[in-house]
Nanobody, 124 residues
Framework: QVQLVESGGDLVQAGGSLRLSCAAS????????MGWYRQAPGKQRELVAG???????NYADSVKGRFTISRDNAKNTVYLQMNSLKPEDTAVYYC??????????????????WGQGTQVTVAS
């Protein structure tokens, strides 16, 4: 089984910064794309930023220029550096990853995993 554990969420003033981390653990053969999503109260979950195994990134228009996604493949960890935070960034942030696990039989199984979420609150 694979687990994704997020950390770094907090209460911060508008204009401040936070860095979220998400570490994957378990019997992992490889990790493909990783990403950060967020869900504000009463709204649908939305993609914030994604990063491929090769380091290509994409961002939601609302966070371009303010947020930076990165990953450390040796640590199976993805980060989200969030600067110039706004009250509208308030949400629960979730990481996800496409992970291939290798079974005892040798069969490779790809799957999508989600973290439990970390709360980011930006006060005005």
């Amino acid at each position: 089984q694979v687990q994704l554990v997020e950390s770094g969420g907090d209460l911060v003033q508008a204009g401040g910064s936070l860095r979220l981390s998400c570490a994957a653990s378990g019997i992992i053969f490889s990790i493909n794309a990783m990403g950060w999503y967020r869900q504000a109260p009463g709204k649908q979950r939305e993609l914030v930023a994604g990063i491929t195994s090769g380091g290509n990134t994409n961002y939601a228009d609302s966070v371009k220029g303010r947020f930076t996604i990165s990953r450390d493949n040796a640590k199976n960890t993805v980060y989200l550096q969030m600067n110039s935070l706004k009250p509208e960034d308030t949400a629960v942030y979730y990481c996800n990853a496409g992970v291939t696990t290798r079974q005892a039989t040798g069969v490779m199984i790809p799957n999508i995993y989600w973290g439990q979420g970390t709360q980011v609150t930006v006060a005005s």
